[in-house]
């Protein structure tokens, strides 16, 4: 099969679907592997590595999208990328398609057979959504802590507090993946630290794994309620998978936020658990609303190219040989990937999606 990595083009995403040692693995078991100019390099990985590990280097996107039978990005397809899309053509890659209905419309229209990161289900956790969350959640508390800077609108409190000043308060929203790590870093800061969490399993299991001095707090419009009026950095780490982010926060309740604050939204993505969230980009990473600091990036990870590509690589790289083989193939020999499996053949599969958006015509159960 000939397996395609174009450049990503979403706003500083740097980083790429496959690393030259996965290439290298692709090749030697048969298969063409065509790999844009560049698309490596946000990783720190060269033009000559890939070309080393047996990949040919074409020069434009349009190129890649043009031969490649199969697709592996990162991030989902942007408006530019719709019309190179090929009826057939299976695209591996993050989609989040439940907070965008033109994506998922081009799905369908252009009839390719999307296979999502973020909904392949095993044993009851998403591996290749794990990764990306562990660094997303580690990550916000340390935007957080920047953000909490007067220069950018916040409260000028150090997290990390000192002799005669308390450190910062962090409120986590969810107690998974994103959250645990969360909680994690902003412990290892010194911060004061609470997960609101509302399923009492995760709850248990939580008490079993957190860090000494992690909060742990049922949830209930109450305890937000009360919380929320006393943290200085907020972080929303809520998922439903394959559907959009339930509304956690009303506008109504963001103003019980002390100003200066600092809301990070994990879950943007899936349309943000925030109602005042809206997404914005690394170059453009804030904004302010009722005096309290918005960091709503959707590509977080991608600040942190060369960790989160080798994550991501290493758990994509075995539905990648498996995907290689063919849809009808992949499908039987790995059942996990039809959870995954978003859109075929002018189909959408994902009744999450399909109910978002009203398209419940366009729905069909899984093959």
């Given at each position: ?140 508390v340390l935007v957080g802590a920047y953000f909490l800077a007067r220069p950018f609108g916040g ?170 083989k063919g849809i009808k193939i992949a499908l039987a020999e790995n059942t996990a990937l039809q ?29």
């Amino acid at each position: 099969m000939i397996i395609g990595v174009p450049k990503e083009i979403k706003n500083n995403e740097n980083r790429v679907g496959l690393t030259p040692q996965a290439v290298k693995v692709l090749v030697a078991v048969g298969h063409q592997v065509v790999v844009e100019t560049g698309a490596g390099s946000g990783s720190g990985f060269s033009d000559l590595q890939y070309q080393e590990a047996g990949a040919e280097s074409l020069a434009s996107g349009s190129s890649v999208w043009g031969i490649a039978e199969l697709v592996v990005k990162v991030k989902e397809p942007v408006a530019i990328e719709y019309p190179l899309m090929r009826a057939g053509q299976i695209v591996f890659t993050y989609f989040h398609l439940a907070a965008n209905r033109e994506l998922t419309m081009a799905c369908l229209d252009r009839q390719i057979t999307a296979m999502a990161y973020e909904t392949i289900l095993v044993d009851g956790g998403l591996p290749l959504l794990k990764p990306m969350s562990a660094v997303a959640g580690r990550m916000s508390v340390l935007v957080g802590a920047y953000f909490l800077a007067r220069p950018f609108g916040g409260s000028g409190l150090l997290p990390t507090g000192i002799d005669g000043a308390p450190p910062a308060s962090v409120l986590i929203l969810g107690g998974g993946v994103v959250g645990q790590n969360a909680a994690q870093v902003a412990i290892g800061l010194g911060c004061r630290v609470a997960i609101l969490e509302i399923d009492p399993q995760k709850l248990s299991y939580l008490k079993k794994v957190s860090p000494k001095g992690v909060e742990l707090v049922p949830s209930s419009p109450d305890t937000l309620k009360e919380r929320l009026q006393k943290a200085d950095i907020i972080i929303g780490a809520v998922l439903i998978p394959g559907a959009q982010a339930p509304k956690l926060v009303s506008f109504e309740q963001l103003k019980l936020i002390e100003p200066g604050s600092v809301v990070v939204d994990v879950a943007i993505d899936q349309g943000g658990c925030f109602a005042s969230s809206r997404m914005t980009t690394h170059s453009q990473p804030t904004y302010v609303e009722e005096g309290v600091v918005h960091y709503c990036v959707g590509n977080m990870p991608g600040a942190y190219a060369r960790t989160a590509t080798l994550a991501l690589g290493e758990a994509t790289l075995p539905y990648c040989l498996t995907l290689a083989k063919g849809i009808k193939i992949a499908l039987a020999e790995n059942t996990a990937l039809q959870s995954g499996l978003a859109t075929y053949q002018g189909h959408l599969l994902a009744r999450p999606v399909a109910e978002a958006f009203d398209l419940m015509s366009r729905w069909r159960e899984k093959p």
